[in-house]
């Protein structure tokens, strides 16, 4: 089956501009979750949905930052006025929910984000 | 704050020889996760341990949680070629739910 998408694959924007990073989550899963990554370094959490709660924005660095996701489904990562140290790969993830805390997360390719 | 850390942050070894990469925090984990990172890709889950004690093994590759289940450690045994990428922990704490926080990595490269 799909797993997940992203798009753009790679995204080059100039220094104040906004831009918007788009997530297609498998079909069905209800968790959805934004990550950013420095090259070759671990994961940052930005940003997580669970069904229709309202989102645990907790990991977001700045107001610059935002997400939504329309009806429980796709996900856009808006970042406005790019600054250079938001360049990184922007990793989007799904999960079937339960409550046992542990379940799989399955990650997109990733969006690169250079800000010139 | 980096709740996980990881050790050590590079290897670079011989096919054939065996190594441990650690995982390690002040904070305990209610499960924790491990994942591989391929270039160009996103991680792919390898396992989930949730007791702590608990040891999993995946073919050449084998996983411990700590008694504490603050730390988690993966072997590998003869590693091959095939097992180079970015390993990454995951943990995620009693009040996080369903949220993990992933560690700083281990780039690991095999050499044939």
């Known amino acids: 089956g799909a797993g997940v998408s992203q798009s753009p694959s790679n995204k080059v924007t100039e220094k104040g501009k906004d831009v918007e990073l788009r997530c297609d989550p498998i079909?069905?899963?209800?968790?959805l979750y934004w990550y950013r990554q420095s090259l070759g370094q671990g994961l940052e959490f930005l940003i997580y949905?669970?069904?229709?709660?309202?989102?645990?924005k907790s990991g977001l660095p700045s107001d610059r930052f935002s997400a939504e996701r329309t009806g429980g489904s796709v996900s856009t990562l808006t970042i406005q006025r790019t600054q250079q140290e938001d360049s990184a790969v922007y990793l989007c993830?799904?999960?079937?929910?339960?409550?046992?805390?542990?379940?799989?997360?399955?990650f997109g390719p990733g969006t690169r984000l250079t800000v010139l | 704050t980096q709740l996980l850390e990881q050790s050590p942050q590079f290897l670079s070894i011989q096919e054939g020889e065996n190594l441990t990469v650690y995982c390690n925090s002040s904070?305990?984990?209610?499960?924790l996760q491990w994942y591989r990172q391929e270039p160009g890709e996103g991680p792919v889950l390898l396992v989930t341990?949730?007791?702590?004690?608990e040891v999993k093994k995946l073919k050449r590759l084998t996983f411990q949680f700590g008694d504490a289940r603050k730390d988690s450690s993966l072997h590998i045994t003869a590693a091959q070629p095939g097992d180079t990428g970015l390993y990454l922990c995951?943990?995620?704490?009693?009040?996080?739910?369903?949220?993990?926080?992933f560690g700083t990595g281990t780039s690991l490269t095999v050499i044939p």
């Open positions: 341990v949730v007791t702590g004690g």
């Open positions: 949905f669970q069904g229709n709660s309202a989102p645990d």
């Open positions: 993830a799904s999960s079937p929910y339960s409550s046992g805390g542990a379940d799989t997360q399955y």
């Open positions: 995951a943990g995620a704490t009693s009040n996080t739910g369903n949220q993990f926080y």
């Open positions: 904070s305990v984990f209610s499960s």
């Open positions: 079909s069905g899963h209800t968790a």
